[in-house]
């Protein structure tokens, strides 16, 4: 699980994220939805430990991010919106040296990188130095060696970018067999046919807030429409604009 409390961040005058309270149960897909420079990305960084926080704590399935930032580590996946690899290493290679970092047996490494394979169509390349691959393959490799070492928290941000149609849908598939196995799921997209698919809450952030929580329906009751989820996100967006503009004209 994950749970957030009174989170902030500050890069010199901006507040990136605002005091976010937040709690996300074990074996939940949480979506988190909102506009440009709403926070996801910096709230995401924070769970995964990549970002400090200037106030405010992680806790990931029980340990703290920043006091006990292995521990913590070592139950999370993170796959960023733009995937990183060795250009100069193989797929295998590659799922090898991550499952070392992991401290998997040699044996488990091997057995599990074929299952991931055949499940993300990735035999073919396995002996294909990563530099060689298309942007949507080197997604996909980068799922699988998120998945590699069976992390009880799974942190995505724009997962599906570059997937074509086949793809996207096992990886939403594989997604949403992770949850029913227990693992909990943030994952922050701007594609809101893919919350409202997959996800049991949505969250959306706007401005370093969040603004809105709960299932689809909630958000509509909130937003007092019953559209499809772009209406609704709009609406709440433009609602909080408003409110945001009335303050501003009520201050001295």
């Known amino acids: 699980m994950i749970q957030i409390h009174s989170l902030e ?30 926070g996801k990305t910096t709230t995401i960084k924070m769970i995964a430990g990549l970002l400090k926080p200037t106030a405010g704590t992680v806790i990931v399935n029980g340990y703290d991010i920043q006091k006990t ?17 060795y ?32 499940k993300f169509h990735l035999g073919d390349y396995a002996h294909e130095l990563t ?28 997962p599906m970018v570059g997937l074509d149609p086949r793809h996207a849908r096992i990886v939403k598939d594989e997604f949403k067999a992770c949850a029913q196995r227990g693992m909990t799921i943030f994952l922050s997209t701007h594609q809101l046919s893919v919350a409202e698919e997959m996800a049991d809450r949505i969250g959306i952030m706007h401005r370093g807030k969040l603004i809105a929580l709960g299932t689809v329906d909630q958000l509509r009751a909130q937003s007092h429409g019953a559209g499809a989820l772009e209406d609704v996100f709009l609406a709440l967006i433009d609602e909080e604009e408003a409110i945001r503009e009335k303050q501003a004209l009520l201050q001295p």
């Open 9 to 38: 961040k500050q890069f010199g005058s901006l507040r990136a994220v605002a005091g976010l309270d937040l709690e996300i149960a074990q074996g939940e897909f949480f979506a988190c939805l909102g506009p440009n420079a709403a």
């Open 69 to 85: 930032p292995e521990l913590a580590k070592a139950q999370l996946a993170y796959v960023p919106d733009f995937p990183f690899l």
């Open 87 to 118: 250009d100069k290493l193989t797929c295998f290679e590659f799922m090898q040296f991550v499952g070392d970092i992991f401290r998997i047996e040699k044996k488990r490494i091997h057995h599990f990188t074929g299952e991931l394979f055949e």
């Open 131 to 158: 530099e060689n691959l298309s942007h949507g393959t080197r997604q996909r490799l980068v799922i699988a060696s998120a998945l590699l070492h069976e992390p009880k928290v799974l942190v995505i941000d724009e």
